[in-house]
């Protein structure tokens, strides 16, 4: 329990920090709508249904222009982002970072409080 309140108080806290940045260079692998499938910390891996919050509330929209719609607790901001067919750069709030990119998951790793806690995201087909 303490783990998915930790880890929905980060995914909070993350994506209120990206809500208003995202670049592409139109390649086909990143374009689409992204999900959160899991969040890990001190190696336990927990899935994103067991949080039990909607899919719906948190994503990533990657479109063919270089823009992108960010998604937090269900309310989304226009952005742009850049892809290099291994990571995907987000600016946020003057604040860059990487988000990694390997065989159609992207993973965004973050410190918070000196715990590392990575967040995976899938595309819908």
Same mark, same amino acid.
């Given at each position: /329990?303490?783990?998915? &309140? /930790?880890?929905? &108080?980060?995914?909070? $806290?993350? $994506?209120?920090?990206? $809500?208003? @940045?995202?670049?592409?260079?139109?390649? !086909?692998?990143?374009?689409?709508?992204?999900?959160? *499938?899991? !969040?890990?910390?001190?190696?336990?891996?927990?899935?994103?249904?067991?949080? @039990?919050?909607?899919?719906?509330? $948190?994503?990533?929209?990657?479109?063919?222009?270089?823009?992108?719609?960010? *998604?937090? !607790? @269900?309310? %989304?901001?226009? %952005? !742009?982002?850049?892809?290099?067919?291994?990571?995907?750069?987000?600016?946020?709030?003057?604040?860059?970072?990487?988000?990694?990119?390997?065989?159609?998951?992207?993973? /965004?790793?973050?410190?918070?409080?000196?715990?590392?806690?990575?967040?995976?995201?899938?595309?819908?087909?």
């Amino acid at each position: /329990m303490k783990v998915r &309140v /930790m880890c929905l &108080v980060l995914c909070v $806290f993350v $994506f209120a920090s990206i $809500f208003c @940045g995202c670049g592409s260079n139109g390649n !086909a692998e990143i374009i689409g709508k992204w999900v959160p *499938t899991t !969040a890990k910390t001190d190696g336990e891996t927990i899935s994103y249904s067991e949080l @039990g919050i909607d899919e719906d509330q $948190f994503g990533l929209d990657f479109k063919d222009s270089s823009n992108c719609t960010v *998604t937090l !607790a @269900g309310i %989304s901001c226009d %952005s !742009a982002y850049t892809f290099n067919g291994t990571s995907v750069d987000l600016t946020v709030n003057g604040t860059a970072y990487k988000l990694s990119y390997d065989s159609g998951v992207l993973t /965004m790793v973050l410190n918070y409080d000196n715990n590392r806690i990575e967040f995976s995201f899938t595309k819908q087909r």
